[in-house]
């Protein structure tokens, strides 16, 4: 089992930038690849971006390329995801959730943090 809790969350100006941040513990021998999902009210989870935890190879979202970086700190079990030049419409709650296989697929992700919420005001 592996648990992953999120913070960094807030409110920001459209323009601005916000640090999330993903701790994971337990079983992280397990974990292959860290990911992050948002959730818009009314909306379908999707999915934002993603990392392995050993190579660190990334993978983005269209929507998201060029203005969100993930990145990791194996030391730490920690994974971040860096989000600039923010817009209304990223306004979500922002789950981190890991996986043990190469998957974009919410639906194949094991485990789950609590989420955070962002919220980009125009």
Do not use: H
Not at 12 to 22: E, I, N, T
């Amino acid at each position: 089992q592996v648990q992953l809790v999120e913070s960094g969350g807030g409110l920001v100006q459209a323009g601005g930038s916000l640090r999330l941040s993903c701790a994971a513990s337990g079983r992280t021998f397990n974990i292959y690849l860290v990911g992050w999902f948002r959730q818009a009210p009314g909306k379908e989870r999707e999915f934002v971006t993603a990392i392995t935890w050993s190579a660190g190879s990334t993978f983005y979202a269209d929507s998201v390329k060029g203005r969100f970086t993930i990145s990791r700190d194996n030391a730490k079990n920690t994974v971040y995801l860096q989000m600039n030049s923010l817009k209304p419409e990223d306004t979500a709650l922002y789950y981190c959730a890991a996986s043990r296989r190469a998957t974009t697929n919410w639906d194949d992700y094991d485990s789950w943090g609590q989420g955070t919420q962002v919220t980009v005001s125009s």
